[in-house]
C-alpha cells in the first residue's frame, strides 16, 4: 500500500504534461472549429468544400500519424527557416509541436460537433430574428450562439475528455526532452525498470479517470450555468458516449 | 523524363519499398482480427449486461466503462506486457528451480528459462487481441443499446410461437439487433482503423515504423546522398492511405446499412 501512494506521487509532476497538452490545445481547437462549422455550413462551395475536406481529413486519419507528419515536416523546415530565423529551439520543442497537432485535431472532431448542433439551432428562431431586422452578425451572436452551444455542450464536453485521454500518444510520437515525461512514459519507464505492469499502468490509469471526472464535473458546471434559465435543467448524461 | 520515370520506378520499387509495401498485411490483419474479436467480446459483453445474474452484469459493465474511461493506448500496451508476464510466470512457477532462481540478475523474469521469446506473429496476435478487448469495450455498448432497440413486439411474438429463451435470442434477438447496431458498430471499425497506426508501439516492423526508416537521410557511400529527409511524405502518403480507408469502410458499411435495413421501417431509410 505504502508502494502505491509513492507511486501516486511519482505521477504527479507527469500528469501535469497531459494537463498542460490538453489545456494548451482546448481553447485555439474551440475557436477555430467554430470557424471550421460555420465554413461547413458555408453557401460559399470554395469555403464550404475546403472546411469539409479537412474536417474529413482530420477526423479520418489517426492522430498518430498526424503527429509524425507535422513533426517530420517541421524537422525538414528547420535548416531552410526556423536555423536562420533563431527559433527551431520553439518550433521544434514537444510541447509546442503536441498542442499544435492536437489543436488541428480537436479543431476537426469539435467543428462536427459544432456543425451538427448548427444544423439543429431552431429555424423559426433564426427567422423571428431576421423579421426583427437583424444583421448577421447580430442574429448569430443574438440567436445562433447561445443555442448552438446549449446543444453541442454535452458532445464537446466528450470531446475534451477524448483529448485528454489521446495527450497520452504525444510523447510516443514526439522526442522525450530531460524529464518532460507525461504519464504514458513514466509508466513505460518504470515498466522496463522493474516489470511491474499491474502497479505501473493502473496507476497511470487512475490519474486519466481522475482527470476525466474532473473535466465531467467542471464541464457539467458550465452546462448547468449555460441551462439556468430553463426550469429544470436537463443534467449532463455521467455516463457519456464515449464514442466519436 | 523517361530516365526520371525509370529512376522512380526502381526507387519505389526497391527492397526496402517492397518490404514497406508487405507490412501493410499487419495492419490489415490487425484491423480485421481485432474488428472480429471486438464484435465477439461486444456480443460477450453485452450478454453479461444483460445476464438476470447480478456479479455476471458487474463484469460486463465494470469492463466497458473502466476500458473505455482509459485512453486505449494505455490498455493497448498493457494488455500484451502483461500477458506475456503472465505466462512467463506460468512458466517459472513449473520450470525455475531455487538455483537457477539465484543465478537471475534481472528484475524480470524470474529465471532465464522462463523467458517467453515473443517475435513479430505473436505480438502481433496480442495486439489484435488488444485492439479486440478495447474496442470490444465500445461495441458492448452498442450492441446493448442495440438489443433493447428491438421491437417489444417482435420478441413477444416469438414467445408466443412457443420458442425457448436461447431460440429467441439467436434467432430473433440477435438477428434483428444488427441493423440498430450496425451505425455504431461501423464508428467501432473507424477507431480500429485508426488505432492499427500503433502496432510500431508492440515492436511490429509495421507501416509506420517504416515509413519512418525509408523517409530517413538516405546516404550511400557508392553514390553520396540519394535523399535527405523526405519522411513527411512517407508520412502524409500514409496520412492519405487511412483517409482513403475510412473513405472505403464508410461506403461499405452504408451499402451493408442499405442492404441489411431492408423492409425495415426507420428514420434513416427513406
Same mark, same amino acid.
Not at chain 1, 474529413?56 to 526556423?82: D, E, H, K, T
Not at chain 1, 497511470?204 to 448547468?224: D, I, M, N, P, T
Not at chain 2, 450492441?143 to 420478441?155: E, F, N, T, W
Given at each position: 500500500?505504502? !508502494?502505491?501512494?509513492? /507511486?501516486?506521487?511519482?505521477?504527479? %509532476?507527469?500528469?501535469?504534461?497531459?494537463?498542460?497538452?490538453?489545456?494548451?490545445?482546448?481553447?485555439?481547437?474551440?475557436?477555430?472549429?467554430?470557424?471550421?462549422?460555420?465554413?461547413?455550413?458555408?453557401?460559399?462551395?470554395?469555403?464550404? !468544400?475546403?472546411?469539409?475536406?479537412?474536417?474529413?481529413?482530420?477526423?479520418?486519419?489517426?492522430?498518430? +500519424?498526424?503527429?509524425?507528419?507535422?513533426?517530420?515536416?517541421?524537422?525538414?523546415?528547420?535548416?531552410?527557416?526556423?536555423?536562420?530565423?533563431?527559433?527551431?529551439?520553439?518550433?521544434?520543442?514537444?510541447?509546442?509541436?503536441?498542442?499544435?497537432?492536437?489543436? #488541428?485535431?480537436?479543431?476537426?472532431?469539435?467543428? /462536427?460537433? @459544432?456543425?451538427?448542433?448548427?444544423?439543429?439551432?431552431?429555424?423559426?428562431?433564426?427567422?423571428?430574428?431576421?423579421?426583427?431586422?437583424?444583421?448577421?452578425?447580430?442574429?448569430?451572436?443574438?440567436?445562433?450562439?447561445?443555442?448552438?452551444?446549449?446543444?453541442?455542450?454535452?458532445?464537446?464536453?466528450? /470531446?475534451?475528455?477524448?483529448?485528454?485521454?489521446?495527450?497520452?500518444?504525444?510523447?510516443?510520437?514526439?522526442?522525450?526532452?530531460?524529464?518532460?515525461?507525461?504519464?504514458?512514459?513514466?509508466?513505460?519507464?518504470?515498466?522496463?525498470?522493474?516489470?511491474?505492469?499491474?502497479?505501473?499502468?493502473?496507476?497511470?490509469?487512475?490519474? $486519466?479517470?481522475?482527470?476525466?471526472?474532473?473535466?465531467?464535473?467542471?464541464?457539467? #458546471?458550465?452546462?448547468?450555468?449555460?441551462?439556468?434559465?430553463?426550469?429544470?435543467?436537463?443534467?449532463?448524461?455521467?455516463?457519456?458516449?464515449?464514442?466519436? | 523524363?523517361?530516365?526520371?520515370?525509370? $529512376?522512380? #520506378?526502381?526507387?519505389?520499387?526497391?527492397?526496402?519499398?517492397?518490404?514497406?509495401?508487405?507490412?501493410?498485411?499487419?495492419?490489415? $490483419?490487425?484491423?480485421?482480427?481485432?474488428?472480429?474479436?471486438?464484435?465477439?467480446?461486444?456480443?460477450?459483453?453485452?450478454?453479461?449486461?444483460?445476464?438476470? @445474474?447480478?456479479?455476471?452484469?458487474?463484469?460486463?459493465?465494470?469492463?466497458?466503462?473502466?476500458?473505455?474511461?482509459?485512453?486505449?493506448?494505455?490498455?493497448?500496451? @498493457?494488455?500484451?506486457?502483461?500477458?506475456?508476464?503472465?505466462?512467463?510466470? +506460468?512458466?517459472?512457477?513449473?520450470?525455475?528451480?531455487?538455483?537457477?532462481?539465484?543465478?537471475?540478475?534481472?528484475?524480470?523474469?524470474?529465471?532465464?528459462?522462463?523467458?517467453?521469446?515473443?517475435?513479430?506473429?505473436?505480438?502481433?496476435?496480442?495486439?489484435?487481441?488488444?485492439?479486440?478487448?478495447?474496442?470490444?469495450?465500445?461495441?458492448?455498448?452498442?450492441?446493448?443499446?442495440?438489443? =433493447?432497440?428491438?421491437?417489444?413486439?417482435?420478441?413477444?411474438?416469438?414467445?408466443?410461437?412457443?420458442?425457448?429463451?436461447?431460440?429467441?435470442?439467436?434467432?430473433?434477438?440477435? !438477428?434483428?439487433?444488427?441493423?440498430?447496431?450496425?451505425?455504431?458498430?461501423?464508428?467501432?471499425?473507424?477507431? +480500429?482503423?485508426?488505432?492499427?497506426?500503433?502496432?510500431?508501439?508492440?515492436?511490429?516492423?509495421?507501416?509506420?515504423?517504416?515509413?519512418?526508416?525509408?523517409?530517413?537521410?538516405? @546516404?550511400? %557511400?557508392?553514390?553520396?546522398?540519394?535523399?535527405?529527409?523526405?519522411?513527411? !511524405?512517407?508520412?502524409?502518403?500514409?496520412?492519405?492511405?487511412?483517409?482513403?480507408?475510412?473513405?472505403?469502410?464508410?461506403?461499405?458499411? /452504408?451499402?451493408?446499412?442499405? =442492404?441489411?435495413? =431492408?423492409?425495415?421501417?426507420?428514420?434513416?431509410?427513406?
Amino acid at each position: 500500500m505504502d !508502494r502505491f501512494f509513492q /507511486e501516486i506521487a511519482l505521477f504527479a %509532476p507527469a500528469v501535469l504534461f497531459n494537463i498542460y497538452f490538453a489545456a494548451a490545445s482546448i481553447p485555439l481547437g474551440f475557436v477555430l472549429a467554430v470557424f471550421l462549422a460555420l465554413g461547413k455550413a458555408s453557401s460559399n462551395p470554395l469555403i464550404s !468544400r475546403l472546411s469539409r475536406g479537412y474536417i474529413y481529413a482530420f477526423r479520418g486519419s489517426p492522430l498518430f +500519424i498526424q503527429f509524425f507528419m507535422v513533426y517530420s515536416l517541421a524537422l525538414s523546415f528547420n535548416i531552410g527557416v526556423w536555423k536562420p530565423m533563431g527559433i527551431s529551439w520553439f518550433v521544434l520543442h514537444p510541447l509546442f509541436i503536441g498542442p499544435l497537432v492536437l489543436v #488541428l485535431n480537436t479543431a476537426a472532431y469539435t467543428a /462536427e460537433i @459544432f456543425y451538427g448542433a448548427l444544423r439543429a439551432v431552431p429555424r423559426g428562431e433564426v427567422e423571428a430574428a431576421r423579421a426583427y431586422g437583424m444583421s448577421w452578425p447580430q442574429q448569430f451572436r443574438q440567436v445562433i450562439w447561445p443555442n448552438l452551444i446549449r446543444l453541442a455542450w454535452p458532445a464537446y464536453t466528450n /470531446e475534451v475528455v477524448f483529448l485528454f485521454h489521446a495527450t497520452a500518444i504525444v510523447y510516443f510520437a514526439l522526442p522525450v526532452i530531460g524529464q518532460q515525461k507525461d504519464l504514458m512514459i513514466t509508466a513505460k519507464e518504470l515498466f522496463e525498470r522493474d516489470y511491474n505492469a499491474f502497479l505501473h499502468f493502473s496507476v497511470a490509469a487512475l490519474y $486519466f479517470l481522475a482527470v476525466s471526472l474532473v473535466v465531467f464535473f467542471l464541464f457539467g #458546471l458550465v452546462y448547468r450555468r449555460l441551462m439556468r434559465h430553463m426550469p429544470a435543467a436537463p443534467g449532463l448524461r455521467f455516463a457519456p458516449k464515449w464514442l466519436r | 523524363m523517361s530516365e526520371d520515370l525509370t $529512376f522512380w #520506378l526502381s526507387y519505389i520499387t526497391n527492397g526496402k519499398h517492397l518490404t514497406w509495401y508487405a507490412s501493410f498485411q499487419f495492419t490489415v $490483419f490487425a484491423a480485421v482480427f481485432g474488428g472480429t474479436l471486438a464484435v465477439v467480446f461486444g456480443l460477450l459483453g453485452a450478454t453479461l449486461k444483460n445476464s438476470r @445474474f447480478l456479479p455476471l452484469r458487474l463484469v460486463g459493465t465494470v469492463y466497458s466503462s473502466i476500458v473505455r474511461g482509459v485512453p486505449d493506448v494505455l490498455f493497448f500496451l @498493457f494488455f500484451p506486457l502483461a500477458f506475456e508476464q503472465g505466462v512467463e510466470w +506460468i512458466i517459472a512457477s513449473q520450470v525455475c528451480t531455487p538455483d537457477m532462481l539465484a543465478a537471475q540478475s534481472a528484475a524480470w523474469p524470474p529465471c532465464k528459462e522462463a523467458n517467453w521469446f515473443l517475435g513479430t506473429p505473436e505480438y502481433l496476435i496480442l495486439a489484435s487481441v488488444s485492439l479486440g478487448l478495447v474496442y470490444g469495450a465500445f461495441a458492448t455498448n452498442v450492441i446493448h443499446g442495440a438489443l =433493447r432497440s428491438v421491437p417489444k413486439g417482435q420478441l413477444e411474438a416469438a414467445r408466443a410461437y412457443g420458442m425457448s429463451a436461447s431460440q429467441l435470442l439467436w434467432r430473433v434477438h440477435i !438477428r434483428q439487433m444488427w441493423v440498430y447496431a450496425l451505425p455504431g458498430l461501423s464508428n467501432v471499425w473507424m477507431l +480500429i482503423i485508426k488505432a492499427t497506426s500503433l502496432l510500431s508501439l508492440l515492436q511490429i516492423a509495421d507501416i509506420v515504423l517504416w515509413a519512418d526508416r525509408l523517409g530517413a537521410p538516405n @546516404f550511400l %557511400p557508392a553514390v553520396g546522398l540519394v535523399h535527405e529527409d523526405w519522411r513527411w !511524405r512517407y508520412y502524409l502518403v500514409l496520412f492519405v492511405f487511412y483517409i482513403l480507408v475510412t473513405l472505403i469502410s464508410e461506403k461499405v458499411f /452504408e451499402a451493408i446499412m442499405r =442492404r441489411a435495413g =431492408r423492409g425495415i421501417l426507420s428514420e434513416g431509410h427513406h
